[in-house]
């Protein structure tokens, strides 16, 4: 079993923050999307969509995704639990989860790819031949601030994204913060939850994988 990853991307890093929480090692091969490797013939054998992460399993089978080879490990290895144990709970992980995706991490990549030189042919994901729109950057910008609006206050009503647990969710939100230091965005000093939960979520030991 083998994971092929990219220690600059935000997914990449969301799995082995995953594998990390649940003290599951496996082997890795490095990927550089900045240069364009994954769109090289080698990588494009692998997963023809050209994306990262993918889980290489023993048996062949390739998995790509961020949350569905997370989800392997989490029916593989099922404590600690970090997508849920019950009906509420697992829907509640789910849809934090899935807005921190649509609402933080899908803007924020409007605002690298469309800014950043080596994305200039490169503005989706796995693809060549895609110019970048500078428009989408202010576009971009304007969506990630109102994200962190709604993120600092939901983490007014609980320790965590999900509730009192940490999760998948926190995983997301927290690749998503960093990630935003490319934009040079930060937390703003008035979000006091956000900068609170930041706090504890960056102590943890999983988050240096």
Known sequence: MKLYDCTQAPNPRRVRIFLAEKGID???????????????????????????????????????ETVAICQYFEVLQPSPSLMGDDAK????????????????????????????????????????????????????????????????KTLGESQYLAGDAFSIADITALCVIDFAQWAQIEIPKHH??????????????????
């Open 26 to 64: 496996i082997d890795k091969v490095q990927i550089d999307i900045l240069s364009g490797e994954n769109l090289q013939a080698d990588f494009l054998a692998v997963n023809s969509r050209g994306v990262l992460p993918v889980l290489e399993l023993d048996d062949g089978t390739r998995i790509d």
């Open 89 to 152: 709970t697992k829907a509640l992980i789910s849809s934090r989860q899935r807005q921190v995706e649509f609402d933080g991490l899908l803007p924020l990549a409007d605002i690298v790819r469309n800014s950043v030189p080596a994305f200039s042919t490169r503005a989706l994901p796995g693809r060549e031949g895609v110019d970048a729109i500078e428009a989408l950057v202010a576009r971009g910008i304007n969506s990630f601030n109102q994200f962190l609006d709604r993120l600092d």
């Open 192 to 209: 006091e939850n956000t900068l609170r939960w930041y706090s504890l979520v960056s102590q943890r030991e999983s988050v240096k994988a």
